[in-house]
């Protein structure tokens, strides 16, 4: 937890807000550029290499993201230690298994098991 402390937690929102940013614009981009998609086409996306990564990356990022602020949320304003541990655990694993549900997930793709 001493990481992401002060200035190092504030830097590093930012730099993940820029992140999800840059990932967000480049999907509208891909919607407003490229003809209508059919399931097919979004799936052939999502499931190629560079889609998948970018996906991975986009969850990932996103995680960090939110666990910086609930972070901070909880150690501004839950004050008794147990439940602060407590809140912070919940969201961690929370967060945690969502990352690796969807690295799970793209991995079945690629195995052939989708």
Avoid: K
Avoid at 10 to 37: D, E, M, N, S, Y
Avoid at 42 to 71: E, K, M, N, Q
Avoid at 76 to 81: G, L, N, Q, S, T
Avoid at 85 to 92: E, R, Y
């Amino acid at each position: 937890m001493r990481l992401f402390l002060g200035q190092r937690a504030w830097v590093l929102q930012r730099l993940t807000a820029l992140v999800l940013l840059f990932l967000l614009a480049l999907g509208a981009a891909t919607l407003l550029i490229a003809p209508p998609f059919a399931y097919e086409r979004w799936y052939a996306l999502a499931t190629s290499t560079h889609g998948a990564v970018l996906i991975v990356v986009f969850f990932a990022t996103l995680a960090l993201h939110g666990w910086i602020g609930v972070r901070d949320i909880a150690l501004d304003y839950v004050h008794a230690p147990f439940l602060r541990l407590a809140v912070l655990t919940v969201v961690g694993v929370i967060l945690f298994a969502i990352v690796i549900r969807v690295v799970l997930t793209m991995a079945a793709h690629f195995a052939g098991g989708a």
